[in-house]
């Protein structure tokens, strides 16, 4: 029992900081990501930032998790492989996307700016699941999409308001085929979520981890 309170104190943090604020290690990815419930008892802190954006944003928690399980594989400091100059130098990334949700620098700040913080990171669970649920809604005014939708709201994702309404991912079957995956994927973490969640409903003073139910 100590064992987890410790590593429930400890996933809270989501990352390690020496005295200056400079992270020195992050959570490593979940060994079981095809059961959100499994990744959750890994990093029940992920379930309460989760669990915030949805009711701050209205993006669903399954939505979010396979949307981050989509884009980096739950690795906090992922960025797209280089490019290669003469078959081994290495060269430019392709993008600046970077972090749990892989945002890329422009939409990066304009949500820091909308509706984050100066101090967010891509780097951490809380800031990249406000991040999806921000960006959602944002495509949501923009195109109609419905939150409902996993599929659509990852092709917007993908390819943003503007790109999505012009029809581009209609010429990328690489992105079509993501997006099935994200939609699919969240299908089966909400059903998952369904029978398990009650664990992670630690809403009052009094209850700790993992011996929470809802109320």
């Known amino acids: 029992m100590h064992r987890k ?14 005295l200056t604020g400079c992270a020195i290690m992050a959570p490593s990815p979940p060994q079981e990501q095809s059961n959100i419930c499994e990744i959750f008892r890994e990093q029940p802190a992920w379930y309460d930032y989760a669990k915030d954006s949805q009711k701050k944003w209205g993006t669903s928690i399954a939505t979010q998790m396979a949307f981050i399980q989509q884009e980096s594989s ?5 960025k797209p492989p280089r490019s290669k100059i003469l078959g081994f ?12 949700a892989q945002a890329q620098d422009p939409v990066w700040g304009e949500y820091r700016d909308q509706a984050g913080s100066t101090f967010a990171r891509r780097t951490h669970m809380k800031h990249a699941t406000d991040f999806i649920g921000w960006y959602n809604t944002r495509t949501q005014a923009q195109t109609g999409i419905s939150l409902n939708n996993p599929e659509h709201l990852y092709l917007a994702y ?6 999505y309404q012009r029809g581009s991912y209609r010429q990328k079957p690489a992105v079509q085929r993501a997006a099935r995956q994200v939609a699919q994927r969240a299908n089966r973490y909400r059903g998952q979520l369904a029978r398990c969640e009650s664990e992670f409903q630690c809403d009052s003073f009094y209850q700790i981890w993992p011996f929470c139910r809802a109320d």
């Open 5 to 18: 309170l410790l590593l429930r104190m400890f996933s809270l943090t989501g990352l390690v900081f020496t």
């Open 74 to 78: 739950f690795r906090s400091h992922v």
């Open 89 to 100: 130098i290495p060269g430019p990334r392709p993008s600046s996307a970077k972090g749990y």
């Open 158 to 163: 993908h390819e943003g308001a503007g790109g």
